[in-house]
Protein backbone atom coordinates (compact mmCIF):
# COMPACT_ATOMS: atom_id res chain seq x y z
CA UNK A 1 0.00 0.00 0.00
CA UNK A 2 1.24 3.37 -1.06
CA UNK A 3 1.60 6.68 1.26
CA UNK A 4 -1.29 7.81 -0.71
CA UNK A 5 -3.71 5.18 -0.16
CA UNK A 6 -2.76 4.89 3.74
CA UNK A 7 -3.06 8.23 4.04
CA UNK A 8 -6.54 8.43 2.32
CA UNK A 9 -7.72 5.52 4.26
CA UNK A 10 -6.60 7.00 7.67
CA UNK A 11 -8.39 10.18 6.85
CA UNK A 12 -11.79 8.22 6.77
CA UNK A 13 -11.20 6.62 9.74
CA UNK A 14 -10.27 9.81 11.40
CA UNK A 15 -13.05 11.16 9.82
CA UNK A 16 -15.58 8.22 11.35
CA UNK A 17 -14.23 8.67 14.72
CA UNK A 18 -13.72 12.66 14.85
CA UNK A 19 -16.06 14.20 12.18
CA UNK A 20 -12.39 16.42 10.93
CA UNK A 21 -12.94 18.04 7.53
CA UNK A 22 -10.29 17.42 4.96
CA UNK A 23 -8.33 20.54 5.81
CA UNK A 24 -7.93 19.54 9.51
CA UNK A 25 -6.13 16.20 9.18
CA UNK A 26 -2.39 16.11 7.77
CA UNK A 27 0.78 14.17 9.09
CA UNK A 28 1.02 17.11 11.87
CA UNK A 29 -1.89 16.61 13.34
CA UNK A 30 -1.88 15.51 16.85
CA UNK A 31 -4.49 14.20 19.58
CA UNK A 32 -4.13 17.82 21.65
CA UNK A 33 -5.75 19.52 18.47
CA UNK A 34 -8.53 17.15 17.74
CA UNK A 35 -11.51 17.22 20.30
CA UNK A 36 -12.69 13.80 21.52
CA UNK A 37 -9.30 12.16 21.18
CA UNK A 38 -8.88 10.72 24.54
CA UNK A 39 -6.99 7.80 25.75
CA UNK A 40 -10.43 5.58 25.31
CA UNK A 41 -10.75 6.41 21.93
CA UNK A 42 -6.92 6.75 21.38
CA UNK A 43 -7.34 2.43 22.06
CA UNK A 44 -10.34 2.24 19.79
CA UNK A 45 -8.51 4.34 17.26
CA UNK A 46 -5.78 2.15 17.28
CA UNK A 47 -8.14 -1.47 17.29
CA UNK A 48 -10.46 -0.05 14.28
CA UNK A 49 -7.03 1.29 12.30
CA UNK A 50 -5.29 -2.41 12.80
CA UNK A 51 -8.15 -3.93 11.92
CA UNK A 52 -8.84 -1.86 8.61
CA UNK A 53 -4.63 -2.52 7.20
CA UNK A 54 -4.45 -6.20 8.93
CA UNK A 55 -1.41 -5.14 10.53
CA UNK A 56 -0.33 -5.28 14.42
CA UNK A 57 1.23 -2.34 16.38
CA UNK A 58 3.50 -3.65 19.89
CA UNK A 59 2.06 -0.99 23.30
CA UNK A 60 5.77 0.09 22.48
CA UNK A 61 4.69 1.54 19.10
CA UNK A 62 1.83 2.99 19.80
CA UNK A 63 3.65 5.04 22.58
CA UNK A 64 5.82 6.37 20.38
CA UNK A 65 3.74 8.03 18.19
CA UNK A 66 3.56 11.73 18.46
CA UNK A 67 1.54 12.39 15.13
CA UNK A 68 -0.39 11.08 12.37
CA UNK A 69 2.59 11.24 10.06
CA UNK A 70 4.98 8.82 12.04
CA UNK A 71 1.82 6.51 12.55
CA UNK A 72 1.07 6.74 8.32
CA UNK A 73 4.30 5.61 8.02
CA UNK A 74 4.39 2.64 10.68
CA UNK A 75 1.49 1.20 8.73
CA UNK A 76 3.58 1.93 5.36
CA UNK A 77 6.47 -0.29 6.65
CA UNK A 78 3.83 -2.85 7.86
CA UNK A 79 2.09 -3.30 4.72
Given at each position: ?45 ML??QQ ?10 IS ?16
Amino acid sequence: MDDTQVSETLYEIFNDFFELDRSEFGPDLTADQVDGWDSLNHIRLMLNIQQNFGVKFSSGEISDLKNVGQLASLIAAKT
